[in-house]
């Protein structure tokens, strides 16, 4: 949790000189993306394409943060959200539960994404933490028992 603070407090910077290239999630960007998951227990509970691309790292920080994709998903089941405070937060069965991306950082090979989990009723944040996303292998991160965000490479479409 440590580790989420300090990058979340440094928005998202690291160490990237101005001349490196950096992955950065950009709606402008060609055919590569990344096709992001949230599954519940195995079952696919809601996917997204976010096209991503490689930018100078003198652009960076203008990039984090500003790329976001908010959706909301009823779960079948409980969730439980152990770990990210003094007390375990829970999800009801059939109650909406609004989750947000957005790019925190970058460097040569990866994009981390800041995952925030909500009630979209009361606003009340569950979780928030960061994926780890590899452009070019699977990902995944375990956010709650049985919810997964996961990540992979992917090619967009021409329009």
């Known amino acids: 949790m440590l580790a989420l603070s300090a990058l979340l407090a440094l928005g998202g910077r690291t160490a ?4 490196e290239s950096i992955w950065a999630w950009n709606v402008q960007c060609g055919a590569s993306a990344l096709f992001i998951e949230l599954r519940l ?25 500003t790329q976001r994709v908010s959706f909301s998903v009823t ?10 405070r003094d007390r375990e ?8 539960l609004a989750i947000e991306l957005s790019q925190a950082g970058a460097d040569a090979d990866t994009l981390m994404l800041v995952v925030a989990a909500s009630d979209p009723l009361s606003d009340s944040v569950y979780m928030k933490t960061v994926h780890v ?18 990540s992979r490479p992917y090619r967009l ?3």
């Open 41 to 65: 227990d195995g079952r696919s509970i809601h996917h997204v394409a976010v096209p991503i691309c490689r930018q100078p790292g003198s652009q960076q920080s203008s990039a984090a943060g």
């Open 133 to 150: 996303a590899k452009v070019d292998k699977n990902s995944a991160t375990d956010i709650a028992r049985g919810l997964i965000i996961s």
């Open 16 to 19: 990237i000189s101005a001349s």
């Open 157 to 159: 479409r021409p329009h």
């Open 75 to 84: 779960p079948s089941r409980a969730i439980i959200w152990h770990g990210y």
């Open 89 to 96: 937060d829970v999800t009801a069965a059939g109650a909406p």
